[in-house]
Structure formats: C-alpha cells, structure tokens
C-alpha cells in the first residue's frame, strides 16, 4: 500500500529544474543538439530506436539528449511517445535480399558469391583512444565511396539448404502477432519470440547468447553471414491497392548455423538462429540469433536445460522498459508495507528470545 505525500508538489518541481540544469550541463559551453546526436552518436540512437520500438532518428536523439545518455530511459521516453501515436497499418515484410550492402561478412565461407564487404566497423580497429579526437577541429578525409547499389547476394543459409545440409525454416501464410498492440502469451510462436528480442535489452540478450557458448544450452554456432544495409519499405495504401515504396530503413541481419543431430525423423543437418534489428548493431544481431537458436530446442527435441532456452525466462525479462518499471517502482513510498514488516519482525525476534531464555 502506498501513502499519499503531501506538499511535494515543490519539491518535485525543484528536482525537475534541477535535473535540467544538469542535463545542460557547463553553460559556458555550446549546447548539444539533438542533430549532433543523431549524426556523431549514430550507434547509441539506433540502438535507442531499437529498444523503443520507434524507427525515427530524430525523435531517438531528442530522447538520447532528454535522458542526459542514458539508453535505457532514451527507450522508454522513445517508447511512450510512440504509443500516443495513430496506427495507420503495417508495412510489408522487409526483403533483405534487396539490401542496398554497407557490410556483409562470413565466417563460414572466405569466397563467397558477392564477396566479402568489410564496411564500417570497430572489428578491423586496434582499440586504442584516439587523443586527438578531444581536440580536432578539422573535418576528417572522406572515406571512399562504394558501390551502393543492389548486387545479388546469395545467403550462406540457403546455398546450404539447396545442398539439403541447412533445414528450412517452415513458412507460414498466418498473419504475424504485434507485440505493441497485445501481451506476450505462450506458447509463443517464434515470430513473436523475434520481435520480443528485437526490442529487447541489448546487454541482457548478450548475456545470454554468451551463455550458450559457455555450455549452458547446446549451441556450437558459427555465424553464416552478417549483412548491414539500406532496405526498402513497402506499404499499401487502401485507397490505391497495391505497394509504394515509402523509404528505406537501415538494418542488420545476422544467420547464426548450428549443429543438429537429428532424431528418428530428421537427419543431421545445420539449424539456423536468425536476428534482425534496426540499424547498425552487429552484437544485438548476434545475440539475438544465438538466443533464437537456445528457444527453438523444443520445436528440435533437444532437452531444455538452460535459461535461455526458456522462452518464458527469456521473453519476459529482456524487456528493459519493463523490467526498469517494475525494479524502479521500488523506489517509491512503501511505508505501510514496511511498517508492517517491521512490526513482524519485531514479534518474532521476541519470541525467539524468548524461547532462548527459557532453555538456557
């Protein structure tokens, strides 16, 4: 039970001003805007859109800087926002085969057809701060321009899957369950399983996918194929009947192959962990499909032994807006409730004493 405060009204709006004020930070320096965000902190507001859920730099960068960095606060203010927003209709499934590539790697095949595309990324980096980065004013050299038109990549999956050595995952015509408009309910089918994990805590699906490679599931993953890139977005107006193109989102995708050692039924084949998130976020996607991978034990038979082969564990904690709302909530008024702890404590510490004094 939770008491009323009375006369906080003040002081909230005290802590609110105060709160700005730190948000601004030294006035003698120039503000950061919510542009500068969205250009030079690109990761941090696509992860943002991510975990809330809202495909809009703008409106991730104007949460990054309201919530002074913090991601998970960014997502949930993100997040919120959207939900007051009407509901048009749903746009039509994103083919990435028709990715515009800005990186597409392998660790299964080093010649594969379409090649390797290194593209932007901290991997071929040595780690090391870059001390001039504080104090550069210049512009830095323009990096070279590649071809960004669509050339035919063929997936490693399905060059497996023709060889009859990857399993195809079963198609289905039924209509997908939107996890912003209904709760989560299990069984789940993995297409909301997908979505749960899309927007879900990037450093909680982490855990887990590392997890499984520490024994705790059975999982021996390599990673197909990785590709980050502009796909279009197609969605149908009632009024005309048929698709426009309306935009392009930037995702990536990550096909994790693992093990299978098959049953009475099926031979042993490679399975498939599939991630896919908005933006550039290779660990996400790696996570995520790691994590597929674990949930789908027991539509393969395999003996369910570890969290994140749990869908329940799974699903209903890698919500950070939620798990933030039921953790924080802690931090308000329960004075009833401890009183009444207290008094309990008090009887029984009595009475144990009590005791105590009787036998000795």
Same mark, same amino acid.
């Given at each position: 039970?939770?008491?009323?405060?009375?006369?906080?009204?003040? *002081?909230?709006?005290?802590?609110? +001003?105060?709160? %700005?004020?730190?948000? $601004?930070?030294? &006035? @003698? #320096?120039?503000?950061?805007? =919510?542009?500068?965000?969205?250009?030079?902190?690109?990761? *941090?507001?696509?992860?943002?859109? +991510?975990?809330? %859920?809202?495909?809009? $730099?703008?409106? &991730? @960068? #104007?949460?990054?800087?309201? =919530?002074?960095?913090?991601?998970?606060?960014?997502?949930?203010?993100?997040?919120?926002?959207?939900?007051?927003?009407?509901?048009?209709?749903?746009?039509?499934?994103?083919?990435?085969?028709?990715?515009?590539?800005?990186?597409?790697?392998?660790?299964?095949?080093?010649?594969?057809?379409?090649?390797?595309?290194?593209?932007?990324?901290?991997?071929?980096?040595?780690?090391?701060?870059?001390?001039?980065?504080?104090?550069?004013?210049?512009?830095?050299?323009?990096?070279?321009?590649?071809?960004?038109?669509?050339?035919?990549?063929?997936?490693?999956?399905?060059?497996?899957?023709?060889?009859?050595?990857?399993?195809?995952?079963?198609?289905?015509?039924?209509?997908?369950?939107?996890?912003?408009?209904?709760?989560?309910?299990?069984?789940?089918?993995?297409?909301?399983?997908?979505?749960?994990?899309?927007?879900?805590?990037?450093?909680?699906?982490?855990?887990?996918?590392?997890?499984?490679?520490?024994?705790?599931?059975?999982?021996?993953?390599?990673?197909?194929?990785?590709?980050?890139?502009?796909?279009?977005?197609?969605?149908?107006?009632?009024?005309?009947?048929?698709?426009?193109?309306?935009?392009?989102?930037?995702?990536?995708?990550?096909?994790?192959?693992?093990?299978?050692?098959?049953?009475?039924?099926?031979?042993?084949?490679?399975?498939?962990?599939?991630?896919?998130?908005?933006?550039?976020?290779?660990?996400?996607?790696?996570?995520?499909?790691?994590?597929?991978?674990?949930?789908?034990?027991?539509?393969?038979?395999?003996?369910?032994?570890?969290?994140?082969?749990?869908?329940?564990?799974?699903?209903?904690?890698?919500?950070?807006?939620?798990?933030?709302?039921?953790?924080?909530?802690?931090?308000?008024?329960?004075?009833?409730?401890?009183?009444?702890?207290?008094?309990?404590?008090?009887?029984?510490?009595?009475?144990?004493?009590?005791?105590?004094?009787?036998?000795?």
């Amino acid at each position: 039970m939770y008491v009323s405060v009375k006369g906080g009204e003040s *002081a909230i709006a005290n802590a609110h +001003a105060w709160l %700005a004020e730190r948000r $601004r930070g030294d &006035a @003698a #320096l120039p503000e950061i805007t =919510a542009d500068q965000i969205a250009e030079q902190l690109g990761l *941090a507001v696509e992860r943002v859109m +991510a975990e809330g %859920a809202c495909i809009d $730099r703008d409106l &991730a @960068a #104007l949460a990054l800087k309201q =919530a002074r960095g913090d991601s998970t606060e960014a997502a949930f203010l993100l997040r919120a926002y959207r939900n007051t927003l009407p509901r048009f209709g749903y746009a039509a499934p994103l083919d990435t085969a028709a990715m515009q590539v800005q990186r597409r790697i392998s660790a299964t095949y080093k010649d594969l057809p379409g090649g390797q595309v290194l593209g932007p990324s901290f991997d071929y980096t040595h780690r090391l701060l870059e001390l001039d980065l504080a104090g550069r004013k210049g512009e830095p050299d323009p990096a070279p321009q590649a071809d960004t038109g669509v050339t035919p990549m063929p997936r490693v999956t399905e060059m497996l899957a023709r060889e009859g050595l990857m399993a195809r995952d079963t198609a289905t015509d039924a209509e997908p369950p939107d996890l912003t408009r209904e709760g989560l309910r299990f069984p789940a089918i993995r297409a909301l399983a997908l979505q749960s994990m899309a927007r879900g805590d990037e450093g909680f699906l982490l855990a887990l996918g590392y997890s499984t490679q520490r024994g705790y599931g059975n999982a021996h993953p390599f990673v197909g194929e990785i590709r980050m890139g502009a796909v279009p977005v197609e969605f149908t107006p009632p009024e005309l009947g048929f698709a426009i193109d309306i935009g392009d989102v930037v995702v990536t995708e990550c096909q994790m192959v693992n093990q299978f050692a098959g049953n009475n039924e099926t031979p042993p084949q490679f399975t498939r962990g599939y991630g896919l998130v908005p933006g550039q976020n290779e660990r996400k996607a790696m996570a995520m499909s790691l994590v597929d991978r674990a949930l789908r034990a027991s539509e393969l038979g395999e003996e369910i032994t570890a969290p994140a082969q749990d869908a329940e564990f799974v699903l209903y904690h890698c919500d950070n807006v939620e798990s933030t709302g039921f953790v924080e909530h802690l931090k308000l008024p329960h004075y009833v409730d401890f009183q009444s702890e207290l008094e309990k404590l008090r009887g029984i510490r009595a009475r144990w004493a009590a005791d105590r004094g009787e036998k000795s």
